[in-house]
């Protein structure tokens, strides 16, 4: 029923460009010899935004760093290279690190990063092709689903919600697709549905593919989307790294959050994300915040044993490590 990734397989440096981006450039303003050159992996889509902003507002210039931003797919896939060291930390989805730890690889959450919204619209979603008829989480069984990741946040929360509206959740035919890519391919009909987040919820829905169910919202509301890791190695070798990236990321997450600040963030996607302007200023953000929800990450990885893509649960006590 499942693929699970094997982070050993994965290419060192396994930044894929999936999307028109110049977020890997420092900005001129933090090209300061005073300041620390950190490396950042993030995924090239909208919740960046904190992130791109809070660089340009010169949040991180305050803390002494200057941060490069690195495209990834997923964070799962960055994981080789924040071991490596090649890049300092990353931002992507909880099950990068939840298999990093059932592998003792010394990886480590110190913060959250964003999160899903309890009600109301929410900034991820399972879009299915107008032409597949889908329009249901039931009728999503049997069918070509798109994740970004296998095995993670995306395909466990919609097996969830499947199994809820009385589908099969194991008949599922989960494919890996790039966020960016996943227009064409339900275009083209190689893939019945696919699991995304902003910007892309919007522009599906606005060419008249069919929301089908916000899954993290359906099974965990308030699920955590991204979260921020490091390495147990790096926590306790450069804890002045740790503390001042930490609270730049902190006062970031705050400073995005901020209604007064929403202009400033939405203007980071337009700098950063080639989109048409009405959807950079229309799309959904999430809920930004630096406190990890442990209960709820607790509750995803026990969904994810009861659908057999984690095989133990992680050691919760030695990954999270709030900063």
Request: net charge negative.
């Amino acid at each position: 029923m499942k693929k699970t990734l094997t982070l050993g397989l994965i290419a060192t440096v396994a930044f894929a460009l999936t999307a028109c981006t110049d977020s890997d450039a420092t900005p001129t303003d933090q090209a300061d010899d005073d300041l620390r050159q950190v490396r950042v992996a993030a995924l090239p889509i909208t919740e960046t935004a904190a992130l791109w902003g809070g660089i340009e507002a010169g949040i991180f210039a305050e803390h002494g760093l200057a941060v490069e931003v690195l495209p990834a797919q997923g964070g799962a896939q960055a994981i080789p290279a924040l071991i490596n060291g090649d890049i300092d930390f990353a931002i992507g989805q909880p099950f990068g690190p939840f298999r990093a730890d059932l592998q003792d690889l010394g990886v480590v959450m110190i913060g959250n990063y964003a999160s899903s919204y309890a009600d109301g619209d929410d900034i991820n979603a399972v879009v299915a092709s107008a032409k597949s008829g889908i329009t249901r989480p039931a009728e999503l069984a049997g069918r070509r689903v798109a994740v970004n990741s296998l095995g993670a946040a995306g395909d466990v929360t919609i097996m969830a919600a499947v199994e809820q509206d009385g589908g099969d959740p194991s008949t599922i035919q989960f494919v890996e697709v790039a966020f960016p890519d996943v227009p064409a391919q339900l275009e083209a009909d190689n893939i019945d549905a696919a699991w995304v987040p902003e910007p892309f919820v919007t522009q599906l829905r606005s060419r008249g593919d069919v929301l089908v169910v916000e899954p993290y919202q359906a099974v965990i509301p308030g699920l955590a989307t991204l979260t921020t890791i490091t390495t147990a190695e790096r926590l306790e070798s450069d804890a002045d790294l740790i503390a001042d990236f930490s609270a730049a990321m902190e006062q970031t997450l705050q400073w995005a959050q901020d209604s007064a600040n929403e202009a400033a963030v939405r203007q980071a996607i337009k700098d950063n994300l080639e989109l048409p302007e009405a959807v950079a200023d229309s799309v959904r953000l999430p809920e930004f915040g630096w406190e990890l929800d442990r209960a709820s990450l607790e509750s995803l990885a026990t969904l994810a044993g009861e659908y057999g893509v984690l095989e133990q649960q992680p050691d919760f006590d030695r990954l999270i490590q709030q900063q």
